[in-house]
């Protein structure tokens, strides 16, 4: 098992030349051999393209969820903090400053060149992001540092290309619409994905033109404050983007109640959603998007390829540890396969490699701390004692650290709390179906809607469900697609607007009608 890291330095410093032999495993493949001590660069609060201590002095230990050791003191920021943030941004913004100034070319410039800095440093991101949320080293490179340096391009071209329009007003009139930065944006990610929800935030808000009051979690704030220093290596001016690590009830709610912030955006829980979107009503009813939780329905039809099935099941369910808000967490079988997929599906759980995520053979590593595991454990007995029939895991996976065995519980009725609340965890629920009209009623009797799948290789009902079903996302024989092209996010109690792709844009533009009288117009 993994050693507790190395303790950083409060000073923000680039990470130590990665210079190791590659081993056997990455010398067959592009991921380059891990550092699993990487040096803690950035543990301060950045404000201004400087750091800072909390106003209060206060720090909270970042621990390593493979140990349950501490790996550093983060700086715990506040309302003061916030408050300095935001006078910060405030100033970024002001009319005929730098960033105002800037050709909307020229920032998207600064995001190509963030996301340069970014695969310079991938190794040492990527080994960052392990130790401090546990998810295996091979999916940090490949997977999580591939997407943040896609979603910061995608949206540097986007930088100069979502503009207004003239309209054809009736009478000497020349009429236009601007899209103009709608201003201070506070912004508040979760621990799952850290530096992907960074990009997923800061690639619009910046394309467009506005400044960022950034919360990062606290379970895993490591990763985002480097990138920070990246960020001001890039030539962002002071101001534009501040970071701030820090708890929920604290730092969050203040960015949510500020009144001078302007938008929220935020990724977590549909509780947590509730509490934003009432502080920004009680506030100065600042604009709000939310990415909330999920319990998505993956369909699975008796005419589906079956391998290809199982496979696409088990990575929607398992992926990330299961720590996915949209995660395949209820997977819905139809009842002439049901037992062979079922079956299938225990024994690829039972092959499931889990342990230590900075070894090439780990599939799956720890969860990403004390709370989430004692949480994810609480529910598979809550499975267990209301009647679901456990077929494999079901317990701790190591003596120490964070670790729970992939689970599977089959026997699962649309009544029982582990199908209809979010677990995030390796937690597989089986269901059986009879009908699609049945399978589309129960799949859509959720309070969530952020993603469902169908697999089968009927053309016509696949059309049919995925118009049927209520979800912001809908995969056909695939889970888990994602593009910086495509939007996402979530009906009903999963959230509202849109992250990606061209609709991830508006929500960070206010758009503006200018009507100018003329001595005449012609056509």
Not at 89 to 110: I, T, V, Y
Not at 170 to 199: K, S
Not at 471 to 486: E, H, P
Request: with cysteine.
């Amino acid at each position: 098992m993994l050693r507790a890291a190395v303790r950083g330095s409060w000073l923000c410093r680039g990470p130590a030349r990665l210079g190791a032999p590659f081993s056997a495993a990455a010398a067959a493949s592009p991921i380059p051999a891990p550092n699993p001590r990487p040096d803690i660069a950035c543990n301060k609060i950045f404000i201004n393209n400087e750091w800072h201590d909390a106003v209060s002095k206060k720090t909270f230990p970042s621990i390593n969820p493979a140990t349950g050791e501490v790996i550093c003191q983060v700086a715990e920021g506040d309302k003061a903090d916030v408050d300095k943030a935001v006078k910060a941004a405030k100033a970024a913004f002001q009319l005929g400053s730098p960033w105002r100034r800037m050709d909307a070319s020229h920032r998207g410039k600064l995001l190509n060149r963030l996301a340069d800095l970014i695969e310079r440093d991938r190794a040492y991101l990527a080994a960052l992001e392990t130790l401090d949320n546990g998810k295996p080293y091979s999916i940090s490179y490949l997977v999580d540092l591939d997407m943040v340096v896609k979603c910061l391009r995608y949206f540097a071209g986007w930088s100069d290309k979502f503009h207004g329009k003239t309209i054809p007003l009736d009478g000497d009139f020349f009429c236009y619409t601007r899209h103009e930065p709608v201003g201070v944006c506070g912004q508040i990610i979760p621990w799952n994905f850290p530096l992907l929800m960074q990009a997923w935030k800061l690639g619009p808000a910046l394309a467009t033109g506005n400044v960022v009051v950034m919360k990062v979690a606290e379970q895993t704030p490591l990763s985002a404050l480097y990138v920070a220093n990246l960020i001001k290596e890039a030539g962002f001016p002071p101001g534009v983007v501040n970071i701030i690590p820090g708890y929920g009830p604290t730092a969050g709610a203040a960015i949510s109640s500020h009144m001078d912030i302007d938008k929220v955006a935020f990724t977590g829980s549909t509780e947590v959603g509730h509490l934003i979107q009432k502080a920004a009503a009680e506030s100065n009813l600042k604009r709000v998007t939310l990415e909330l939780g999920g319990k998505s329905p993956n369909i699975i039809m008796s005419d589906a390829d079956m391998d290809w099935a199982v496979d696409q099941a088990h990575f929607a369910l398992f992926f990330n540890q299961g720590q996915c808000c949209c995660a395949g967490s209820r997977t819905y079988v139809q009842e002439d396969i049901y037992h062979e997929f079922v079956e299938r599906s225990v024994e690829k759980a039972k092959s499931r490699v889990v342990g230590n995520p900075f070894d090439f053979k780990t599939e799956q590593g720890p969860q990403v701390d004390e709370e989430q595991f004692k949480k994810i454990l609480g529910y598979i007995s809550t499975g267990k004692r209301e009647g679901a029939k456990l077929l494999c895991g079901g317990n701790p996976a190591a003596d120490r650290g964070y670790f729970i065995q992939p689970t599977v519980f089959g026997d699962v009725q649309d009544t029982m709390t582990i199908a209809r609340e979010e677990i995030f965890g390796p937690v597989m629920q089986i269901l059986k179906f009879k009908t699609i009209e049945e399978v589309i009623e129960r799949a859509n009797d959720s309070k969530y809607g952020l993603a469902a799948a169908v697999f089968t290789k009927d053309l016509d009902k696949a059309n049919y469900v995925s118009q049927a079903l209520r979800a912001g996302t809908v995969w056909i024989n695939c889970y888990d697609v994602f593009g910086a092209q495509a939007p996402f996010g979530g009906y009903k109690a999963s959230g509202n607007g849109r992250e990606l792709g061209e609709y991830g844009l508006e929500a960070y533009v206010e758009v503006k009608n200018v009507t100018v009288k003329i001595p005449q117009k012609n056509s």
